[in-house]
Nanobody, 124 residues
Framework: VQLQASGGGLVQAGGSLRLSCTASGLTASTYTMAWFRQAPGKEREFVAAIRKGGFTYYSDSVKDRFTSSRDTAKNTVYLQMNNLKPEDTAVYYC???????????????????WGQGTQVTVSS
């Protein structure tokens, strides 16, 4: 299994970025696919997830600004990030797991598969 995250970069506050996570060795539409982020000196935190039924979940800090989606044909999930803030600066990771229950999807330890991370930097 391999998860390849991309799309990070440097953007000004208020700008947008779209992250991609392309999976190989698994079918993304049958997994819970999630995004986490980790800022320097902080713990990895949940950002968003999309379950195999298409339901999406977001942390309170990104709700109404970020949108998770997937392209089944490309076996890829996306994180559209709008109205970015300096506090969104972090390394963003995608993660996947096949057997997550709803109460566990916000916990990093739940996920078996991880991508390598992509840096997002938001300047003020």
């Amino acid at each position: 299994v391999q998860l390849q995250a991309s799309g990070g970069g440097l953007v000004q506050a208020g700008g947008s970025l779209r992250l991609s996570c392309t999976a190989s060795g698994l079918t993304a539409s049958t997994y819970t696919m999630a995004w986490f982020r980790q800022a320097p000196g902080k713990e990895r935190e949940f950002v968003a997830a999309i379950r195999k039924g298409g339901f999406t979940y977001y942390s309170d800090s990104v709700k109404d600004r970020f949108t998770s989606s997937r392209d089944t044909a490309k076996n890829t999930v996306y994180l559209q990030m709008n109205n970015l803030k300096p506090e969104d600066t972090a390394v963003y990771y995608c993660a996947a797991d096949s057997g997550i229950i709803l109460s566990s999807l916000r916990y990093a330890r739940t996920y078996d598969h991880w991508g390598q991370g992509t840096q997002v930097t938001v300047s003020s």
